[in-house]
């Protein structure tokens, strides 16, 4: 019998900015969000296999992100732990490394 702990999976939302931000993506990049959504509600946020993954620096309210695509331009996520005791991730942010406000996060 399987521990219940290892198949409670993650609820990921999407905020209403990023939603937006998802219909723009190229069809590359959005199969490689769906991907890492995928990863995010089996896993939870710690995905250290994607690139420049990592907790935002100065982040208070557990705010991470990771890089999609290698190259220009990179796109990037940015999810927050919304709630840690029925697992709720909220992706916040997805576009490119260029238009992303790091300090809106913190």
Same mark, same amino acid.
């Given at each position: 019998?399987?521990?219940?702990?290892?198949?409670?999976?993650?609820?990921? *939302?999407? !905020?209403?900015?990023?939603?937006?931000?998802?219909?723009?993506?190229?069809?590359?990049?959005?199969?490689?969000?769906?991907?890492?959504?995928?990863?995010?509600?089996?896993?939870?946020?710690?995905?250290?296999?994607?690139?420049?993954?990592?907790?935002?620096?100065? !982040?208070? !309210? %557990?705010?991470?992100?990771?890089?999609?695509?290698?190259?220009?331009?990179?796109?990037?996520?940015?999810?927050?732990?919304?709630?840690? *005791?029925?697992?709720?991730?909220? *992706?916040?942010?997805? %576009?490119?490394?260029?238009?992303?406000?790091?300090?809106?996060?913190?």
């Amino acid at each position: 019998m399987k521990n219940a702990e290892s198949t409670c999976l993650w609820t990921v *939302i999407f !905020s209403r900015k990023a939603e937006k931000q998802t219909k723009k993506l190229p069809q590359t990049i959005a199969e490689q969000l769906y991907t890492l959504r995928k990863e995010l509600e089996a896993a939870g946020p710690a995905v250290p296999g994607w690139p420049n993954y990592g907790k935002i620096v100065g !982040s208070k !309210s %557990g705010h991470y992100h990771c890089h999609l695509n290698k190259g220009h331009p990179t796109y990037v996520v940015v999810w927050q732990v919304v709630n840690n *005791i029925v697992r709720i991730l909220e *992706i916040q942010f997805v %576009g490119t490394h260029e238009k992303v406000d790091y300090s809106r996060f913190k």
